[in-house]
């Protein structure tokens, strides 16, 4: 799939027609996508034959390849919202609406199509943000400097933050840095591309918003953020993200990210065990695009071998949800990703501490002000029911899953109340669990 840009379609789609070359192909996607929701309109009184190129012209706009422009898309939520969870059509239901295009145009003439109404796109984001669901009951003891220690406390897993649609958006733009990246259209340190010589190792990575060395350098430098090197600001569409994240209650207002790291997976590829460097402020979180995958937790992680890992604790992480981490979950566990089986992106975005950041930054005037949405219907579900319930609500059964290796896992409410549920493990063939329910 190389940088994941495709070659042009051939003879017949106009691919050398200056015009289009000013456009990017999403500009050119969503025209057609436009046009053709009007064909029906604009090709009413005109001939067959016409209306046969007026929909041939339409179609060629998708097969365009025009060259990536290194400018940052204006792209926002609200023009995502137009190919949300309600308009998600892959390729081949495109295809088959251009095909269509000339029947829908003879039955407008018979009959008036009429349209379901569309919810405003501010009622769809609260109807969306209502729906996302959060799992922050993770628990997994272990002895830490003498103490049973949760060293998953903080840990948090949010889904449902973004649509089929938006992760294919995110995904195609990120395979188009890729590009930009191998062609050296970005700062040299955002793109990094290491050989591969063994599994494991080659896991590409583009960083935005500060240079982070992993290990010490030819230089001396130390891990962490380099003040006197420069990488590419956070692009539009990665700020809309962190918007996104904030609005929604996955991340607080008061750590808005300012940086972020993309992970460009192939199979085999892996992240060995780590805490992420204190140059950066907790929490910060992680996306995950294309597959799923496990990520690891533990005190002590096992090296097995090359891109083998072992730990107590799994979590799943499915394909775009948003795993946070903060508390004894980024400072005590160490965490890693085993060699992946299929090609996976994540995205980690994360808050530079203000004494480490470069020398020249600037922040991002977009980020600042942030609000989260409001729980409007559960703020009124909450006054309603605080008198007589509140002692009742207190003791209500719990509804518990044995997930194998991850322990009892509780089924959530999206907007559920916290609760834990501590567990002791006393080795693999005899196991004693202890549980607590406590009420914040």
């Given amino acids: ?18 015009f289009l070359r000013k456009y990017q192909r999403s500009e050119l996607r969503i025209a057609s996508e436009f046009l053709t929701t009007w064909l029906p309109f604009l090709s009413r009184d005109l001939c067959p034959g016409c209306t046969d190129s007026l929909a041939h012209r339409i179609r060629s706009l998708t097969q365009e390849s025009p060259s990536v422009r290194t400018s940052s898309s204006h792209m926002s939520w609200a023009d995502m919202a137009q190919e949300d969870e309600l308009e998600e059509e892959d390729d081949q239901e495109s295809n088959k609406r251009l095909a269509d295009t000339n029947r829908l145009a003879e039955e407008s003439r018979v009959s008036a199509v009429s349209e379901k109404p569309k919810l405003p796109r501010e009622q769809r984001e609260h109807i969306r943000f209502m729906n996302v669901k959060r799992n922050k009951d993770f628990i997994c003891l272990e002895r830490v ?6 060293i998953l406390q903080g840990i948090e897993l949010h889904t449902g933050v973004f649509s089929a649609a938006e992760q294919k958006r995110i995904v195609d733009y ?38 982070y060395n992993y290990a010490t350098d030819r230089n001396g430098n130390p891990p962490g953020i380099l003040q006197n090197e420069m990488v590419d600001p956070l692009p539009h569409l990665f700020k809309v993200i962190i918007r996104r994240l904030i609005r929604w209650h996955v991340l607080p207002p008061t750590c808005i990210p300012d940086s972020c790291i993309v992970n460009i997976y192939e199979e085999g590829d892996c992240i060995p065990p780590h805490i992420d460097n204190h140059d950066f402020v907790r929490p910060f979180c992680t996306v995950s695009f294309l597959s799923e995958c496990d990520i690891v937790f533990g005190s002590k992680l096992k090296v097995i071998a090359a891109g083998d890992f072992d730990g107590p604790y799994k979590v799943p992480l499915p394909v775009g ?18 060699a992946v089986p299929t090609r996976r992106i994540s995205i980690t975005f994360r808050r530079m501490d203000e004494s480490k950041r470069p020398k020249d930054y600037v922040p991002e005037p977009d980020l600042q002000g942030i609000q989260p949405l409001q729980y409007e219907a559960e703020r009124s579900k909450r006054s309603n029911s605080y008198g007589t319930d509140r ?4 003791y209500l059964p719990r509804r518990e899953a044995y997930n194998g290796s991850r322990g009892y896992t509780e089924r959530n409410d999206s907007r559920s109340e916290p609760h834990y549920s501590l567990q002791i493990h006393r080795g693999p063939s005899s196991r004693r669990r202890v549980r607590v329910n406590v009420d914040s």
């Fill in 174 to 211: 990120v395979y188009q840095l890729k590009g930009m990246g191998k062609r050296g259209e970005l700062k040299e340190r955002t793109y990094t591309a290491p050989q591969k010589w063994m599994r494991g190792k080659g896991r590409i990575t583009i960083q935005f918003g500060c240079c």
């Fill in 145 to 150: 400097d003498g103490k049973l220690v949760n």
């Fill in 1 to 18: 799939m190389g940088d994941g840009v495709p070659a042009g379609s051939g003879s017949g789609s106009g691919s050398d027609d200056p």
């Fill in 321 to 338: 949800s948003v795993l946070v981490l903060n508390g004894n979950g980024a400072d005590v566990a160490k965490h890693c990703v085993p």
């Fill in 391 to 394: 002692h009742s609500r207190r």
